[in-house]
């Protein structure tokens, strides 16, 4: 995530509560709060705009490999750019080098067992571990197959491949607990989450996907069309730092 | 050592609605109370800020507000022959984190459970004889209608619920519904608004025969100023619900409607970042002395208190209590044993049309933005031929069009490349759908206890839950699925289709955060884990109050009947319990 962390901000929250005079001699620290509704400024955490440019995760291949999968994930044409000029491979890489790619949120101890379908994943890798692995995969299978790496393919090669993937037809040599069907599946879930998101998160340049669909981004009040039915709503969106 | 702070009246754990609903009652009774809350502080101004609080994959896709797994996870499997894994990340529930809990981040829909779910067991007894639920662990909750009506009212008053009554003291009202129990009074607010595709809903299965009516919200149609005196804004259909903290002071929540009387008070404090590892007891095991907690730092501290509330999220309070040694842990093997007994889920279905040529602008939406009918929920109708008991809610209502997790696209369409995109820009203004909530009733083999091997941060057994769908429910939701198909018809939509629910409770896919049950209320210590006050029958001094004392769960949400259950316990403690101090029914 591209907003300060929760610890920053607690710290920030903590050193300005304790010139306070609320703070409870018994205070732990956490913190007490009594006899007042507590609030202190710059308490919020606004998200920052990912830095467009370089790499933080990819390598250069890595990355030339993930700029032609969103490509064929989301095509250019008469209804919006492409995924790779909307950012959408700059958005991924940016949740890799963040707490998504190191699942920091999630639970990660062991013992990891093959699970039922019913318990989700329960592989041992990172997401950042899964790219790292599958694009490693990917280029070996097409380099077998093709005697090219991916993003050397052409348009129909490549969507075969991705169809391959997609479809169960190729399997590619990644470790249990991790199938290719999942991996396809983190990089469909992870280009449509930057395509769709915020433009903040550098995936969605231009709000390309909120005019091609409709959607009137950060908007915050409908009151006034809420009876209007049927009725096309009259505004264009607005993102979070005011893309209008 | 855990460092020994000065003696409280109560000890609170957890600061979300039922915390903040006792907390505000008992402090006005006089007594000194402490809150003591793992997750931070929040409040509207500062963590609900509406110059970015519309974010879909902050809030809705990494679940910023919500408890992460790294925090606390648990276990899940089927049944009891499986081993029990992780769930690495919260997919088919989120429970809540910090200040307000799952209150700051619900939808809002605020309904009362039915007289007859008071005393399921007999009701179902009576009228269909007792061999129809022979094979459900279902049981009377020791309370009556007529005893808590009142506690109902004044949840939905201190949350100012938008809606339409059906029934005042027994009188239909036009326009509300007419399956539900008797209030005593009208809504404190009117309906909202309604959008296109709930107005296209009611029309349509008005014309069926059946009630629909609007649901009941919490997201306030009108300003309104509480009985506390704390004043709440109008919703403005931003879309951003739930999921979502408000940023516009128009959903309920500890936040808005108790928090800013509560912190005032001297007698209150709120301990936060502070996370309870165990509630101690006395050497004999009959009385709660104190709880442990840990504070963001890594130090211990016991509180004691003459009281202890367990007002965390359901599952929390019973791994709580499982952890403290309070009650005896149930076995399903022999169906002894209170604490992680009738463990009850939700059961849901869902109907989707496309059209063409529409607009239903689905970004102009609210947590509880809808119409419903009961037409088909509870026992509102006849069981007697059929070959299960329970019922859904069925409902139309519309959340929002956030794109990164709601683009329908016609079954058959593509997931990528250019015929998707076309897909997706058909679909966005052409889908409606409407779902069926369904009641969730017990068995003997779904139920909750500690995991023997995967532990949590502090070293302690994750919680397990085993639970899957009974074969009486899968048969109510495939009748329902079949009622379903036959509404979608008149609507002469271009496509329609009715999921059909299976078994195998998958942990992944969204589905419901209405995890019910596990110390359930009752009037046999036998078969209970707290008595009708939400008192625990082992250990007087400990109430637990939440989703968790439900019996069973029916196609309703909680928390209306959470927020009843705790005005509903704060009653009992200030005119019981204070006077006399002790068991308030004998075991």
């Given amino acids: ?243 209008a | 050592m855990a460092r020994l702070l000065p003696k409280k009246d109560v000890v609170i754990i957890g600061l979300g609605w039922t915390g903040a609903i006792l907390a505000q009652q008992l402090t006005d009774a006089g007594l000194n109370v402490v809150a003591i809350e793992r997750g931070p502080w929040r409040d509207t101004p500062t963590d609900f800020n509406v110059a970015y609080v519309q974010d879909e994959l902050r809030y809705a896709v990494r679940k910023d507000l919500f408890l992460q797994p790294s925090v606390e996870a648990m276990t899940m499997r089927n049944n009891p022959g499986q081993t029990a894994l992780p769930m690495r990340d919260y997919g088919s529930f989120l429970p809540g984190h910090g200040v307000g809990g799952a209150g700051v981040h619900w939808n809002g829909h605020t309904w ?114 509480n009985p506390l005196g704390v004043r709440m804004g109008q919703c403005t259909y931003c879309g951003f619900c739930e999921r979502f903290a408000c940023g516009n002071y128009s959903k309920a929540s500890a936040q808005t409607t108790i928090l800013p009387v509560l912190m005032k008070k001297p007698n209150f404090e709120a301990r936060t970042e502070c996370e309870v590892l165990k509630v101690n007891l006395t050497p004999d095991g009959k009385m709660a002395k104190s709880v442990t907690y840990i504070d963001a730092n890594g130090a211990e501290f016991e509180q004691p208190g003459d009281m202890v509330l367990l007002c965390a999220y359901g599952l929390m309070n019973v791994r709580m209590m499982l952890l403290s040694r309070i009650g005896k842990q149930y076995d399903p093997a022999t169906a002894a044993g209170t604490v992680g007994r009738n463990y009850c889920y939700q059961t849901s279905a869902g109907a989707r049309m496309f059209f063409e040529g529409k607009r239903f602008n689905p970004f102009i939406g609210a947590g509880t933005l809808g119409q419903s009918m009961d037409d088909f929920n509870g026992d509102a109708f006849d069981h007697s031929k059929l070959d299960f008991v329970g019922g859904a809610g069925i409902n139309c209502v519309v959340t929002n069009g956030r794109p990164i997790g709601n683009r329908p696209t016609m079954p058959g369409s593509p997931r990528w490349g250019a015929k998707w995109k076309q897909a997706t820009v058909d679909g966005y203004q052409n889908a409606m759908g409407f779902s069926a909530q369904g009641s969730s009733y017990p068995v003997r083999e779904n139920y909750l206890d500690l995991d023997p091997t995967y532990k949590d941060r502090h070293g302690r057994p994750l919680l397990r839950v085993t639970f899957d769908f009974p074969d009486n429910d899968i048969a109510m939701s495939h009748h329902i699925s079949d009622q379903m198909e036959m509404m979608t018809k008149p609507f002469n939509a271009k496509y329609a289709a009715v999921s059909r629910l299976k078994k195998g409770w998958d942990a992944v896919p969204y589905q419901s955060t209405h995890n019910t049950g596990g110390a359930i209320m009752g009037s046999d210590p036998k078969t209970s884990a707290v008595n009708k006050y939400l008192q625990s029958w082992d250990v007087p001094n400990v109430f637990v109050v939440g989703a968790s004392a439900f019996a069973h769960n029916a196609g309703l949400n909680p928390t209306g009947t959470v927020g009843a259950l705790a005005h509903w316990a704060a009653e009992a403690i200030t005119t019981k319990y204070i006077k006399s101090p002790g068991a308030l029914v004998p075991a």
Wanted: glycine share 10%; with cysteine; aromatic share 12%.
């Fill in chain 1, 1 to 243: 995530m591209n907003h300060t962390s929760r610890t920053l901000s607690r710290r920030r929250l903590l050193a300005s509560a304790a010139a306070l005079p609320i703070l409870a001699a018994s205070a732990a620290d956490g913190r007490s709060l009594s006899g007042t509704v507590p609030w202190s400024p710059f308490a919020g955490e606004p998200p920052r705009p990912v830095n467009p440019l370089g790499w933080y995760f990819f390598t250069p291949g890595e990355a030339a490999t993930i700029e032609a999968i969103v490509e064929r994930f989301i095509p250019g044409d008469h209804l919006s750019p492409s995924g790779k000029d909307c950012g959408c491979a700059i958005y991924i890489d940016r949740q890799l080098a963040g707490s998504f790619g190191q699942a920091s949120r999630l639970y990660t101890q062991g013992p990891f067992l093959p699970g039922l379908s019913t318990q989700g994943y329960q592989g041992d890798l990172t997401p950042a571990g899964r790219y790292r692995l599958g694009l490693r995969a990917l280029s070996d299978y097409t380099n077998t197959s093709y005697k090219k790496d991916f993003r050397a393919l052409t348009a129909e090669q490549q969507d075969e491949v991705l169809a391959g993937l997609d479809g169960g037809k190729i399997k590619l040599k990644l470790k249990p607990g991790f199938s290719t069907k999942e991996f396809f599946e983190l990089m469909l879930q992870n280009t449509m989450e930057g395509f769709f998101a915020d433009p903040l998160y550098g995936g969605n340049k231009g709000m390309a996907s909120w005019k091609m669909i409709g959607f009137p981004g950060a908007r915050y009040d409908y009151r006034d069309h809420i009876d209007k039915h049927n009725q096309p709503y009259p505004h264009g969106p607005v993102s979070i730092y005011g893309q």
């Fill in chain 2, 112 to 225: 009362r459970f039915w007289d007859g779910d008071f005393q399921i067991k007999t009701h179902l007894t009576q009228r269909y004889g007792a061999a129809k639920i022979k094979t459900l662990q279902l049981q009377d909750w020791g309370v009556t209608w007529n005893e808590i009506e009142s506690s109902f009212d004044q949840f939905e008053y201190l949350c100012g619920i938008s809606g339409k009554a059906g029934n005042i003291k027994g009188q239909t009202q036009a326009g509300g519904n007419p399956f539900e129990s008797p209030r005593s009074r009208e809504y404190p607010t009117p309906p909202m608004k309604m959008s296109y595709a709930p107005t296209l809903f009611a029309q349509t299965v008005k014309e069926m025969g059946y009630h629909p009516f609007p649901t009941p919200s919490a997201n306030l149609s009108q300003a309104y100023v």
